[in-house]
């Protein structure tokens, strides 16, 4: 039998019970496309989250003071240490051929006010370096300016959601801002950006990192952030920040440095194996599919007895029997498969419709895995049918009704 | 006790339609034996069937033990044919998987009479049957002869007025078949209507009462 | 019709073809089965996160420095230019439905005794913290109760600084140097584990003004009220409220009950637990599909069977609530082969995986059952309403 005729043969009887046909379509295809969806949603948010971390800027340590011997354990995010991180630190850190910029960054939470009206907001202290750092941009005006980190002037740099509180549609740009008791003068307005893991930086008052200090009446650095001149560098960097810090610190490791490409890794993997583990729970519905499309092509072999015994009477062999039943039950998976993969693409259109900021997309892989999962499924729980029909005694299969 | 009067029954065959009944009027009195006969798609199973209560005429009124029955809804109307009406076909139409004697409780059970008062019934059906020693047997460990014999004490179980037969033989060799007549026309001189529709002129013959229908009408009646 | 002879009569079709209703069933023993496993994890989760969360105590309410703002960023962490004092938490003993009151400076410090050196958590922290806390002393005593602002330089370890820097020999009266000064121990506490992922172990307590001097800083991180049992929360905090808008004369700080976040808590883990309930129940909808295409085959093929039950006399609705029965008696035995595969598989899961919280509780499992059962009436309702609107004189004829 030609490759040709079996498909013809199988798809002519898979069309002639319609009814359950469509219905084990729907089976595999609520499979594949929840495969396929969990995947691809798992990989978008695994893309956007990286993506986020990516527009922080590229290459980046930071250097957080404090260093926990809890291996494993979480960075000391939280909390004091006796000796700080301090500006002199930072500007030392300046000196390393293999680091481009350094960012001090003091952060701190204060009343701004204009005229009456009063928010408390988070208070960035850095320097003019930060805006090349985490990739900022400009609305209006400039960024603070360069110079000596030790001084600075009352000037400040909004975001552009502050801007939209404080000012509303009015011009901020040259008027005077009141934070804690200080007066500042607005000179640049950040652009628009999206909210990135968490901080955002569109509600932020950024001034220069020596004022900051004094508002807040400390010494201390929250971090400093460091961009290394390339990417094959940041190893190098994250030595010679430990390096240059221990030297100033008395022989003492007491800082931590995070870099950014190990946070993106662990981020990666975390992202994966939550993405393998949802797709996995959506794969047992395939198995269930798979159930339901063994049961049928069961009821199938009983039901087509005569057929297949005419079959056999006409000189058909065990294996070609065996063949055709497998075909059919290989054709409806895969038909499945296409269908659940519309049906999946049609609902990532819709999601992403709607949620546009996502970049929700199907996962390049993941029509592959559920056609090769459906496929095998339907191969798998085929060959039972498949097997029962090849076996039947042509005399008693055509003397069945 | 059976009257139908102007029974008109239409079927819609593609494009075209069908007057399988055309202003019928019958009527039976209470143990009658009557033959139905007629050539293919004269509309005589047609007219079986709406005497049972399986299907419902387009037109005309159908009476049976003074009940108008044109009028009931489907409840009232399966309630009529579990009580009154007993049907037997030409190809038994005993469910597989139950033994004779489940297939002979079954309109018992769906009338929801007791369980012990339904084992008496049936074994004493089935005995007078001759088949209680077949009780236990699924219908594909039966003869034909004897499938109809269950098939009858099917029927016959609630005692009903009428019974119903679509070529009880049809589907019989002639030893099995007169064996079935016979059962039947036994049930008959214990005074329940015996209606019979076959193409089979000698069995025609017997009855005591012939109807002969031609394209949805009656064309000739021994009775009236 | 009987209760009795429809149960039996439906339980005779589904065993008359025994490998289609395993199968059938199995499809949705599967459904079932991954449901529970999940909502079993999902709720060990649950149960695993709250004990964590109330080892503390329940009855306790947290300021926090700053307003909370959008950010979420606690005002804790960083800078701010309106502190948090021990006076502040002083004044919030006044309470009276307020037992006790601990500030809490939290930060990273070199402790060294004799040679050995360790790096570790450092906690300055109110006499009050083990009965607010919940925390036992293994030896010797917690800090005693000085003055706030002239507490005496003690230190209390938790065990495993302790088992660090001394080992087995005696850490009672010794000195050690925390950052550049000196303390003397007074107390070692029993092993608390680890809570979130914080080592309450790896710890040293002081007294919390010794710590913001150390730590340089003017304002406290938290402060931790413990209230009577049977008080209400939010009352206290009302109260706690208008003691610090009194004294620093605008709400510049935040405060949480443990009421509303074990409350929230609760909500989000609930919701979780529902999600990953819901991915197990796309196997259970496939299951569902299943049983509807039985069913439709089993229709088809027993339109004769239906057609002589009409003619026996049965109504339109007894012949729709047989194949019904049939469809949730498919579905009710998987659901019960669920069950089983669920909570053996739970049981497997914490048995390999001893750290996997799992926890199958009885109203899930219920749920879960007549969820299985709701699964197969609404698979069987369109088999159902064919069988029952088939007209009898067809019936009776197809073959």
Not at chain 1, 183 to 199: D, K, N, P, T, W
Not at chain 2, 64 to 71: E, F
């Amino acid at each position: 039998m030609h490759f040709r005729d079996i498909i013809l043969f199988s798809m002519q009887a898979s069309t002639a019970s319609r009814g359950r046909t469509i219905l084990m379509l729907l089976a595999m295809a609520i499979g594949v496309s929840s495969v396929i969806l969990l995947i691809s949603l798992g990989d978008s948010a695994r893309r956007y989250v990286i993506d986020q971390f990516a527009s922080l800027g590229t290459n980046l340590l930071i250097v957080l003071p404090g260093r926990s011997e809890t291996t494993g354990g979480p960075p000391p995010l939280l909390g004091e240490t006796p000796r700080d991180l301090t500006l002199d630190d930072a500007i030392a850190l300046t000196q390393s051929s293999v680091i481009r910029r350094v960012a001090p960054i003091v952060a701190g939470s204060a009343p701004v006010s204009v005229r009456q009206l009063e928010r408390e907001m988070i208070i960035l202290g850095s320097s003019a370096e930060l805006l090349e750092v985490r990739r900022l941009s400009m609305n209006q005006g400039n960024f603070l300016p360069p110079g000596d980190l030790r001084r600075g002037e009352n000037v400040c740099v909004i975001g552009s959601g502050g801007k939209q509180e404080l000012f509303g549609n009015q011009k901020a740009l040259g008027q005077w801002v009141r934070i804690g008791d200080r007066r500042f003068r607005v000179i640049g307005v950040l652009a628009q950006i999206g909210v990135s893991l968490g901080e955002d930086m569109s509600e932020v008052v950024i001034i220069p990192v020596a004022v900051a200090q004094s508002l807040f009446n400390t010494e201390s650095l929250f971090r400093i952030v460091v961009e290394a001149t390339s990417e094959d560098a940041i190893a190098r960097a994250k030595e010679a920040v430990l390096s240059i810090i221990r030297s100033r610190h008395e022989g003492e490791d007491d800082i931590t440095v995070i870099t950014q490409d190990a946070v993106l890794a662990t981020f990666n993997k975390i992202f994966k194996a939550l993405t393998m583990t949802v797709g996995g729970i959506a794969a047992i519905s395939l198995v269930v599919a798979g159930i339901m499309i063994m049961n049928i092509m069961l009821v199938a072999v009983s039901n087509r007895r005569a057929e297949i015994g005419l079959l056999k009477a006409l000189g058909a062999p065990r294996h070609q029997i065996m063949g055709l039943f497998l075909t059919e039950s290989a054709l409806l998976s895969i038909a499945g498969a296409v269908l659940g993969f519309l049906l999946a693409y049609g609902t990532m259109e819709l999601l992403a419709g709607f949620f546009p900021e996502y970049s929700l997309a199907l996962a390049l892989w993941s029509p592959f895995i559920a056609a090769s999962l459906a496929l095998g499924t339907g191969i798998v729980f085929g060959v039972m049918p498949a097997k029962r029909a090849a076996m039947l005694e042509p005399a008693l299969a055509l003397s069945r009704r | 006790m059976i009257r139908l009067q102007q029974i008109q029954r239409v079927f819609q065959v593609g494009e075209e339609e069908v007057h399988a009944l055309r202003n019928v009027d019958f009527s039976a009195d209470k143990g009658e034996y009557i033959a139905i006969m007629g050539p293919s798609g004269s509309g005589k199973s047609t007219l079986l069937n709406i005497i049972g209560l399986l299907d419902r005429p387009d037109g005309g009124t159908y009476e049976l033990d003074s009940i108008m029955t044109t009028t009931l809804n489907d409840r009232e109307q399966a309630h009529v044919r579990r009580h009154k009406i007993g049907f037997v076909f030409q190809f038994f139409h005993l469910v597989p998987r139950l033994t004779a004697e489940q297939n002979v409780e079954l309109p018992l059970v769906l009338a929801g009479v007791d369980k012990d008062e339904r084992h008496l019934r049936v074994r004493e059906t089935l005995g007078a049957f001759g088949i209680g020693d077949r009780a236990r047997h699924r219908p594909d460990q039966l003869s034909g002869g004897q499938r109809q014999r269950v098939a009858i004490a099917r029927a016959t179980i609630m005692k009903p007025s009428v019974i119903l037969a679509d070529e009880p033989t049809g589907n019989l060799d002639r030893a099995s078949g007169n064996d079935v007549v016979h059962i039947l026309e036994e049930l008959n001189r214990q005074a329940i209507t015996l209606i019979m529709v076959t193409h089979d002129p000698e069995l025609g013959e017997r009855a005591k009462r012939r109807i002969k229908m031609v394209d949805g009408g009656i064309e000739e009646d021994t009775g009236s | 019709m009987h209760v009795q002879d429809f149960i039996q009569l439906t339980v005779n079709a589904v065993r008359s073809q025994r490998m289609r209703s395993f199968l059938t069933a199995l499809g949705i023993a599967v459904g079932i089965g991954s449901v529970v496993l999940l909502t079993s994890l999902g709720e060990g989760l649950h149960r695993f996160m709250l004990a964590e969360f109330t080892q503390f105590g329940t009855n306790l309410i947290g300021i926090n420095p700053g307003k909370v703002t959008t950010h979420g960023v606690s005002g804790a962490l960083i800078s701010n230019v309106r502190p948090l004092s021990i006076e502040d938490a002083q004044a919030l003993k006044r309470i009276p439905q307020v037992v006790d009151v601990v500030s809490v400076v939290q930060g990273n410090a070199a402790v060294e005794a004799g040679k050995r050196q360790r790096r570790t958590t450092i906690y300055g922290i109110d006499p009050a913290a083990p009965e607010v806390f919940k925390l036992q002393v293994a030896s010797g005593r917690f800090l005693p109760d000085d003055p706030p602002r002239a507490a005496r330089s003690f230190a209390v370890l938790g065990s495993k600084v302790r088992e660090e820097l001394f080992g087995s020999g005696q850490a009672l009266g010794e000195r050690i140097r925390i950052g550049s000064e000196r303390f003397r121990v007074i107390g070692s506490m029993e092993s608390k584990g680890q809570l979130l992922g914080f080592d309450l172990d790896d710890t040293v307590w002081i007294p919390t003004a010794k710590a913001l001097a150390m730590f340089n800083r003017e304002s406290l991180m938290e402060i931790d009220v413990l209230y009577e049992e049977g008080s209400s929360a939010d009352e206290v905090a009302s109260q706690i409220r208008k003691i610090l808008i009194a004294r620093h004369g605008s709400e510049d700080f935040t405060i949480t009950t443990q009421e509303k976040m074990l409350e929230v808590l609760g909500k989000i883990l609930n919701i979780l637990t529902l999600a990953v309930g819901g991915l197990g129940g796309i196997s259970l909808l496939v299951g569902g599909v299943g049983i509807l295409t039985i069913m439709t085959i089993a229709v088809n093929e027993r339109t004769n069977e239906i057609g002589l039950l009409r003619a026996l006399g049965s109504e339109k609705n007894q012949i729709l609530g047989l194949f019904l029965g049939e469809a949730i008696v498919l579905a009710s035995i998987g659901g019960l082969a669920g069950l089983l595969l669920g909570v053996g598989g739970a049981w497997l899961l914490g048995f390999l995986v001893p750290a996997l919280p799992t926890h199958t509780s009885w109203t899930y499992l219920l749920a879960a059952e007549m969820l299985a059962a709701a699964v197969g009436l609404l698979a069987g309702v369109l088999p159902a309403r064919r069988a029952a609107a088939l007209n009898p004189v067809d019936a009776l004829r197809s073959e």
